[in-house]
Every structure is written in C-alpha cells, then in structure tokens.
C-alpha cells in the first residue's frame, strides 16, 4: 500500500511540474506568438494547450467510471484554431489541469489496479495514469520548443540553462544523498 501512496505523490508532482513548465514557456511569449503557425500541417501553441485540455477533460472526468473517450467529446474541433486570446488559451489550460488534479485526489492507493477504459481498452488505473503521463510531456515538449523559436528575445531556462550542466551538477553532489521525488527542487525552483 505505501508504494501506491508514493506512487500517487510522486505522479501529482510530476503533472504539475509538467504544467508549471508549460506555463513558464507560455507567458514568456506575447500574446499573438500563441496563435502562430508555421505551416498548415502544424499547430500553434493555442490549439495544443486545446488539444492537452480537450484530452483531459475527456479522460478525468468520471475516471473510474466511464469510457476515457467521453461521446460528448470532438477532438478533432481541438485542432480548430479558434481561441481569442492569451486569456482564453489559459482559462482552457487551466480547465484542464484542474480536471486532472481533481481526478487524481479522489483517487485512493487501492484503486491503482482497477480497470478503467479508453475507448473500449482496458487499462489498470496506473497504466491509464502513465499513459497520460506520456501524452501530455510530449504535448509540453512542443510547446517549449515551438516558444523557444518565437521568442524574440533572450530565453529564460525552463531546465539546467546552456553551458551550466557543471554548475549544476556540483551544487546537486555537494549535497548528501537522500531519497525524494526529483520534482521536488526543480518545483521550488521553477516557482520563483
């Protein structure tokens, strides 16, 4: 049991980090950068925070009792570019995120091998959990790289910055061992 219970903790740590590092390279960026794309086979920012949301509300809501692939839901108007403002790209983000966590606080230790369903597949709590752990690092990982490339001015780092992995590798073995979550610094760091 005090594995699922850590297994739980360290999954909710790792969401957020994934939201704060999204977060971070979105207000980085102006306003219009959101809705940029560079082409008709690419989305902007805009329509992956849609996407990420669209996919969270779909699986979180009613997780343990319901199909992940909700009928209410299009995905494919997710990929519509219709968001407005920066406001309203971050009022979708945050829509979904919110499900999310919701969902995973409800959630008890016991529960981590139930089965649930994603479009008629059956998955454990935690296989459904990782997968989505997977999906939306990958859809974070856009969206820092594509603000990296619009913004007009100087980056600020969202990880170990260029050039300073020496620096920060001394400061991390300068430090007597402990076990702890590796989230639990880089949050504390990212929050500033």
């Not at 997968?131 to 490339?149: N, S």
């Amino acid at each position: 049991m005090k594995t699922n219970e850590s297994y739980l903790e360290s999954v909710k740590k790792q969401f957020l980090y994934y939201k704060i590092l999204g977060e971070k390279a979105i207000n980085q960026l102006e306003p219009e950068q959101l809705f940029l794309e560079t082409n008709e086979d690419t989305n902007s920012i805009a329509t992956i925070v849609k996407h990420i949301s669209g996919n969270m509300l779909s699986r979180w809501t009613d997780f343990l009792t319901s199909d992940g692939e909700k009928e209410w839901r299009n995905r494919d108007s997710e990929f519509e570019n219709d968001l407005k403002s920066k406001q309203e790209v971050l009022e979708v983000w945050n829509k979904g995120w919110k499900c999310l966590e919701n969902a995973l606080d409800l959630l008890k230790p016991e529960q981590l091998s139930d089965i649930i369903y994603i479009r008629n597949e059956g998955h454990t709590v935690i296989e459904a959990i990782n997968r989505q752990l997977a999906h939306y690092p990958y859809h974070v990982g856009q969206i820092i790289f594509y603000a990296k490339q619009l913004k007009n001015s100087s980056w600020d780092s969202l990880s170990i910055a260029k050039n300073k992995s020496g620096n920060y590798n001394a400061e991390k073995f300068a430090k007597e061992k402990e076990i702890k979550n590796f989230t639990d610094d880089e949050l504390k760091r990212l929050k500033l």
